[in-house]
C-alpha cells in the first residue's frame, strides 16, 4: 500500500466477536482503516455509507445471511471487493458465492498470512481495475477533445470556401470580373487544399493510433528516402525562398516501414521549410550511433521558445510565427511514428537562429543465418 496515499477502508462483517476482533487486528496492521459489523443488516448500511474498497463477509448468520449480502453490495458499489469466509466451506458455497459477485473463498479457520494474502490481491485487482477504468475515461475525454477541435479546424475553411463561393454569386459582369473571378477562385482552392492537408494528417494519425500503419519491419533506404522528399518539397522551398540540402552518408538504412519513414521525413522537412526565413536553408544529415541512425533535419529559421518546447509534440499545437497553411498534427505523427517504430526523438533550438530535430531509429542489420 502507498503510505502516501489515503488508508483504504475494509469492513468485516461477521457474526462472531472474536472473528471480528481478530480480523479487524490482522488487517489494521497493514495500514488500513478496518470497521465491523455484527450481523448483515448493519453490514449493509455500513456499505453504503463508507464504500469500503474490501468486504470481508460471514456467510453463515443470523437474519440476513452473507449469500445475501453479497448481491446488496454489488448493487451499491460494483467496484468493491468481496471475500467470503465460513467455516461451513464446500464446492457449491463457493462456486455460488462467486455466481453472486464474491472475489474470493477463505474457510474457517484460516491464518493471518492466508487472511493477508487474499485481502492484498483482492485490493490490488481493485487498483488494477481503477487505474484501467480511469485511463479509459481519459482516452475518451480526450478523443472528445480531438474531434472537437478537428470540427472546428475543419469548420474554419469551410466557412471561408462558402463565402468566397457567395462573393462569387453576385460577382457583376465588368472589365475586371475575370480576374476577381480568378482570384476568389484561387482562394477557394487554397481552403480545399488546407482541408485535405488536414484530413491526410487527421486519418494518418487514426492509422497509427490503431496500429495497423507500422506494421512492416523491412530494410529502408532513408537516403533514398530522404532525396524523394527532398524532390517533392523543392517546388514550395523555391516558393519560401529557401535552400534545401542532403549530406545523406552513401549507406544508411534503418530497420522499419517504408511508408512511415517516408512520412517522418516527408513531416520533418515540411516544417523546417514552413518555419524558415527567405534566404534560408534547411539540411538532412545521418550518422551512425550504436545500433542506431540519428536522422537531423535542421533549419535556420525562427527557432523556438523554450516554453514551447514541451509542447511540440501536441496533437494541433503551432509555434507563434509559422507560416499560414500547417494542420499542427505533423509532429503528433512523427512522435508516433518513431515511438512505433522503437526510436526516439528530440528538439535543439535557439530563437531566431534555427532549430533541428533528431530522430533515432533502429539500424538495418542484416541477420546471419543460423549455423553459419
Not at 41 to 50: H, N, P, S, T
Not at 188 to 199: A, D, P, T, V
Not at 249 to 273: H, I, M, Y
Request: net charge negative; proline share 4%.
Amino acid at each position: 500500500m502507498n503510505p502516501a496515499a489515503e488508508p483504504e477502508t475494509l469492513l468485516v462483517i461477521d457474526d462472531d466477536y472474536a472473528m471480528r476482533l481478530s480480523c479487524r487486528k490482522i488487517l489494521a496492521k497493514l495500514g488500513f482503516q478496518v470497521e465491523t459489523c455484527e450481523n448483515g443488516v448493519q453490514g449493509l448500511e455500513a456499505v453504503a455509507r463508507l464504500k469500503p474498497a474490501l468486504v470481508v463477509v460471514d456467510l453463515k448468520m443470523p437474519g440476513l445471511s452473507g449469500m445475501e449480502v453479497i448481491p446488496r453490495v454489488r448493487e451499491i458499489s460494483r467496484e468493491i471487493v468481496i471475500v467470503v469466509i465460513t467455516g461451513y466451506a464446500t464446492i457449491d458455497t463457493a462456486v455460488e458465492a462467486m455466481k453472486s459477485g464474491a472475489y474470493d473463498f477463505l474457510p474457517k479457520p484460516f491464518s493471518p498470512e492466508e487472511l493477508r494474502l487474499i485481502v492484498n490481491r483482492g485490493l490490488e485487482r481493485r487498483r488494477l481495475a481503477l487505474r484501467s477504468r480511469q485511463a479509459e475515461m481519459e482516452r475518451e475525454l480526450l478523443k472528445r477533445r480531438f474531434v472537437s477541435f478537428v470540427s472546428h479546424q475543419l469548420q474554419t475553411p469551410l466557412v471561408a470556401i462558402h463565402q468566397y463561393l457567395s462573393v462569387l454569386k453576385r460577382l457583376e459582369e465588368t472589365e475586371d470580373a475575370a480576374a476577381k473571378r480568378r482570384e476568389w477562385f484561387d482562394r477557394c482552392l487554397k481552403r480545399i487544399e488546407e482541408l485535405q492537408s488536414l484530413i491526410r494528417d487527421w486519418l494518418t494519425l487514426a492509422k497509427l493510433e490503431g496500429q495497423c500503419l507500422a506494421q512492416r519491419r523491412v530494410r529502408v533506404d532513408l537516403r533514398q528516402t530522404v532525396d524523394n522528399v527532398l524532390a517533392g518539397n523543392a517546388e514550395i522551398a523555391a516558393a519560401n525562398q529557401v535552400t534545401l540540402e542532403s549530406r545523406m552518408p552513401e549507406e544508411c538504412a534503418v530497420r522499419g516501414d517504408p511508408n512511415c519513414v517516408s512520412v517522418l521525413v516527408d513531416n520533418l522537412v515540411a516544417n523546417a521549410t514552413r518555419y524558415n526565413q527567405p534566404g534560408g536553408s534547411a539540411t538532412v544529415s545521418a550518422e551512425t550511433v550504436g545500433e542506431e541512425i540519428e536522422l537531423a533535419v535542421s533549419d535556420t529559421g525562427i527557432g523556438i521558445p523554450e516554453e514551447y518546447r514541451a509542447l511540440l509534440f501536441d496533437e494541433f499545437f503551432r509555434v507563434e510565427g509559422a507560416q499560414p497553411g500547417g494542420t499542427g498534427l505533423g509532429l503528433a505523427i512523427c512522435r508516433k511514428v518513431v515511438t512505433e517504430m522503437g526510436g526516439s526523438i528530440r528538439v535543439e533550438s535557439e530563437v531566431g537562429a534555427g532549430s533541428t530535430f533528431r530522430v533515432r531509429l533502429p539500424a538495418w542489420r542484416e541477420e546471419t543465418p543460423e549455423g553459419a
